[in-house]
């Protein structure tokens, strides 16, 4: 869900220890709002495979499985997004993260108690995954340079405020976006949700994709029909 205000960002971590994160994670949240700690797997997974996770932090020591088996796991579910994986511990064995990094994990850092240091990692993660294109099909291209999207080839130019809600719910296309969540990320003002832009700018992208391309669900506001996309 990566449209560029930190409360946009979702962050989790997973970790049974988690006495030894308050200090990181109160740092954290003031720059992040979507930071989360679960305590087991089990629960871990469950968030996973409902919600869109931009990052995920796991303890090596995890248990019952540790994070290497953990992430082998999760590699094979079907979780909402693909999160950058990151596993950190205080073993710096090379052996350790040779296996961290065979199982598919993204990153093992040594910092995690260090709040200052894990918030300029985690600012830089965030800008390279920022980066990347998002895209749900081949016959859909997100130019954000030119507010264009481009669908089986065909360039669909749209004013920069719809330009923006369709690149969000297109980022996450199995969440539901609350309107205070839309204008969050895409005004930084939650006063917005509670006037009729929002609904305006919806419209307007179901005129010129189709009426069904936005879903709106009653207290869960609007997500992205990826069926009818492509």
């Given at each position: 869900?990566?449209?560029?205000?930190?409360?946009?960002?979702s962050?989790?971590f997973?970790?049974?220890?988690?006495?030894?994160?308050?200090?990181?994670?109160?740092?954290l949240?003031?720059?992040?709002?979507?930071?989360?700690?679960?305590?087991?797997?089990?629960?871990?997974?469950?968030?996973?495979?409902?919600?869109?996770?931009?990052v995920?932090f796991?303890?090596?020591?995890?248990?019952?499985?540790?994070?290497?088996?953990?992430?082998?796991?999760?590699?094979?579910?079907?979780?909402?997004?693909e999160?950058?994986?990151?596993i950190?511990?205080?073993?710096?064995d090379?052996?350790?993260?040779?296996?961290?990094?065979?199982?598919?994990?993204?990153?093992?850092?040594?910092?995690?108690?260090?709040?200052?240091?894990?918030?300029?990692?985690l600012?830089?993660?965030?800008?390279r995954?920022?980066?990347?294109?998002?895209?749900i099909?081949?016959?859909?291209?997100?130019?954000?340079?030119r507010?264009?999207?481009?669908?089986?080839?065909?360039?669909?130019?749209?004013?920069?405020?719809?330009?923006?809600?369709?690149?969000?719910?297109?980022?996450?296309?199995?969440?539901?976006?609350?309107?205070?969540?839309?204008?969050?990320?895409?005004?930084?003002?939650?006063?917005?949700s509670?006037?009729?832009?929002?609904?305006?700018?919806?419209?307007?992208?179901r005129q010129?994709?189709?009426?069904?391309?936005?879903?709106s669900?009653?207290?869960?506001?609007?997500?992205i029909?990826?069926?009818?996309?492509?």
């Open positions: 869900m990566l449209t560029g205000g930190n409360n946009c960002f962050i989790v997973v970790d049974n220890s988690i006495h030894k994160l308050f200090k990181t994670i109160d740092v949240k003031n720059n992040y709002k979507n930071t989360k700690v679960i305590n087991n797997e089990v629960e871990a997974t469950d968030f996973l495979e409902a919600e869109s996770v931009d995920l796991l303890n090596l020591d995890l248990l019952p499985n540790d994070a290497v088996t953990y992430t082998k796991e999760l590699k094979q579910k079907k979780l909402v997004s999160p950058f994986i990151i950190y511990s205080d073993k710096q090379d052996f350790v993260q040779e296996l961290a990094f065979n199982s598919g994990v993204d990153g093992f850092i040594n910092f995690h108690y260090k709040p200052a240091v894990m918030l300029l990692y600012k830089n993660l965030l800008k995954k920022q980066k990347k294109e998002p895209t099909n081949k016959n859909i291209i997100i130019d954000e340079e507010y264009l999207i481009i669908k089986n080839g065909e360039q669909i130019h749209l004013p920069r405020k719809e330009f923006k809600i369709f690149q969000l719910l297109f980022s996450s296309p199995d969440k539901f976006f609350s309107k205070t969540e839309i204008a969050e990320c895409i005004w930084k003002d939650e006063s917005v509670k006037k009729r832009i929002i609904d305006v700018h919806v419209y307007n992208i010129l994709f189709g009426k069904r391309v936005i879903q669900q009653k207290g869960n506001g609007y997500r029909n990826k069926k009818l996309i492509g």
